[in-house]
Structure formats: structure tokens, C-alpha cells
């Protein structure tokens, strides 16, 4: 670790080991203003916390662009004692990047977490709120926000305007909020909202016991469910909403490094499907839940996984991640499919007439 300081701050130093709450952030440096634009208004959001009880541990990705050592010591002197900076040995995406940066804080003595991805904003009274919350519930393991979509200007997106699995998540932060144990089974099958990164806040015993995978894309996802399977207690934290950014311009930084739309969610479909798998093997090992149940669930994630993928142009791979439901559990499958997708694989139509089979 190589903390780097600079000449003012508007709120004062904070050694990293008397910090209360480390931010978590992985970077890629390609080069360009606009993305390095964002990561200063990112690191400016920061700044505003009014809880002066953070530090920030930037992870860079072995990025490739010439002078990104430099550009990121000059943003950590406009904070300073309060940035560490981490270099990746090699370029293995945000997930790597991100346990780089756990085990630094871990090895601080920083007792909680805040993910903030590099192109995200914090709300000024984070700080403030993930702290009150773990304070107020010794048992709380994880915390999650509320998000607000804003495009690369910062302007706010209409829900409408957004892409069919975009509008999903915005919808689904209407439901009830999940307090307590045992949500791997809601996250499973009907809470995407829950596994945006800079809306993740935790105990960094939690993270450490369940490190990120190595795979390139979802890998957010997929600690989310090891996270939940662990049987970690969860609650909402208002008040504090994160500022998430998606491009109206130029698109996703991840289906671009995928290769194309296609790729990303093949990538996604496997990737999430190990992280659910490996928290429902922990859940049965804990008792929590039975071999069937585990096969119940995971049917209906890969139900509700066919349908994200098919709104989002990928009607094959959603058919067949329905196969693959069916091949789960058949039973499960018949109870929570609609007609149509039963008709898509060549199954009978209605429920009563399957079974009657």
C-alpha cells in the first residue's frame, strides 16, 4: 500500500486505520477525458461527505494509458491522507481490482465497506447513514441503497428512457424492502436492484470471507448471492441514494469489453449461475434450506435470468435458459412459466394439460 497526500482538504485528514467506512473503488484508465472526468467528480463526491469518517482505496487495473500514475496521485492530493492508492499486478477486471482493495482496508482495521464504482456518485450523507445503520444493528452484516439513474453529463434519466432491464431494476425498488436473513432466495429470483456495486454497503469481515470471482463481467452479482447465502443479515439504508451512471452515449463499458451484446450475457447467464449456485450449496450446508428447495430456486432464477436476456435482444439464450429451468426442476418450471414460454420449448401450453399428460 502506498497512500498518497497532497496540500488541502475540506474536511481534514483521516488516517486510513481511524477510518470508519472504506470505499472500495476499482478504476480502468483508458486515457480519455470523459473517463477521467467522472472519476474526479466520483473522488468530488467524496469530498462533500459530511461525515468525515472514510477513506478511499482506489484499486488502478494495470491500466494501459500513458501518465495514469501520475493524474491519480494529483486527485489523491485533493484529499489528502485520505486516498490509498493500489496498483493491479495485471488487468483482471473490477472484481481482482476490488479484493486488492478489501485487503488493504482489512489489513487497516477498517471495519466497513462502501462499493463505489469509479463513474458513480456518492450521496453527502453516505458516510453518515452506513454508519448510523451498522451502529444501530450490531448484527447488520450488508446494507444496500436506493439508486437514481444519471447519464455521462450527470442529467437524470426518465424511467421509460431506459433499457427494458434498466427499467426493471428502477421498478423493483418499489417493492418491500428485504430486512433480516435468508434473501438469497429473493435476490434469486426477483431483486437485480440489489446487486448494483456502489449501492453495496457491508462489514469488511463479510467481503473477506467472499471474495470476488475471477471472471470478467457479473462477478457483482455473483459475491451478492455468496454473500446472501452465507445467511449475512441485510436491511435497507434510506436517506443516502447513490447516483448511477449509464451512458446515453457510447454504451456499456462491460458489453463493450465482452466483444458484443450476444457475448455479455452468455457471460452473464455463467457467471451468475456459479455465484447462485455456490450460496445455495453454503445455504444447504447451513440448513437453511433442502436439495429440492436449492433446485426450486435455482429454476426460477434461471426463469427470471431467459426472460432479462431475452427483453434485452437475446431471445435464444433466453430460451435457453428456460431449457435449462425445465432440466432443474421440471415441476418448478411448470409452475412459474407463462404458457408462451412453455410453448417456445415445445411443452404443453397450460399447466392442467402438462400434467395430464
Known amino acids: 500500500m502506498n497512500p498518497l497526500t497532497g496540500s488541502s482538504s475540506a474536511s481534514g485528514p483521516e488516517p486510513a486505520h481511524a477510518a470508519s467506512v472504506g470505499f472500495v473503488m476499482p478504476y480502468y484508465d483508458d486515457g480519455s477525458p470523459r473517463r477521467r472526468a467522472a472519476l474526479r467528480n466520483t473522488i468530488d463526491s467524496l469530498r462533500a461527505q459530511t461525515d468525515p469518517g472514510w477513506h478511499l482505496y482506489l484499486t488502478d487495473d494495470a491500466s494501459p494509458a500513458p501518465g495514469t500514475a501520475a493524474m491519480l496521485a494529483d486527485l489523491a492530493s485533493t484529499a489528502p491522507g485520505r486516498i490509498t492508492v493500489l496498483r493491479a499486478p495485471a488487468n483482471r477486471g473490477a472484481g481482482e481490482a476490488r479484493n486488492l482493495a478489501i485487503a488493504a482496508a482489512h489489513a487497516d482495521g477498517v471495519p466497513l465497506l462502501a462499493y463505489l464504482d469509479a463513474d458513480d456518485l456518492a ?85 473477506v470471507a467472499h471474495p470476488f470471482p475471477r471472471t470478467p463481467f457479473c462477478e457483482d452479482v455473483a459475491t451478492l448471492f455468496r454473500y446472501l447465502g452465507s445467511g449475512a443479515k441485510i436491511d435497507r439504508i434510506d436517506g443516502a441514494t447513490t447516483s448511477y451512471r449509464v451512458p446515453r452515449r457510447g454504451g456499456s463499458a462491460s458489453r463493450e469489453q465482452s466483444g ?62 428456460l431449457a435449462e429451468a425445465r432440466a432443474v426442476d421440471g415441476r418448478t418450471f411448470l409452475e412459474h412459466s407463462t404458457p408462451e414460454e412453455r410453448a417456445s420449448l415445445g411443452v404443453a401450453a397450460s399447466l392442467s394439460a402438462e400434467e395430464g399428460a
Open 123 to 207: 450521496h453527502p450523507e453516505r458516510v453518515a447513514r452506513v454508519r448510523a445503520a451498522f451502529e444501530a444493528d450490531p448484527e447488520l452484516d450488508f446494507g444496500y441503497l436506493d439508486i437514481a439513474f444519471i447519464d455521462e453529463d450527470g442529467q437524470a434519466w426518465q424511467e421509460h428512457e431506459l433499457l427494458p432491464t434498466l427499467q426493471g431494476i428502477s421498478r423493483q425498488q418499489n417493492l418491500p424492502p428485504l430486512r433480516g436473513r435468508e434473501h438469497w432466495k429473493a435476490q434469486a429470483v426477483e431483486r437485480d436492484c440489489l446487486a448494483i456495486p456502489s449501492a453495496m454497503n457491508l462489514r469488511t469481515a463479510l467481503a
Open 260 to 321: 458484443d451484446l450476444g457475448e455479455f450475457n452468455r457471460l452473464r447467464c455463467v457467471n451468475e449461475r456459479a455465484g447462485l449456485e455456490a450460496a445455495l450449496q453454503e445455504a444447504v450446508a447451513r440448513g437453511a434450506a433442502d436439495a429440492e428447495e436449492a433446485r426450486s430456486v435455482l429454476c426460477r432464477y434461471l426463469i427470471r435470468i431467459g426472460r432479462t436476456v431475452t427483453a434485452d435482444g437475446c431471445p435464444e439464450l433466453g430460451r435457453s435458459q
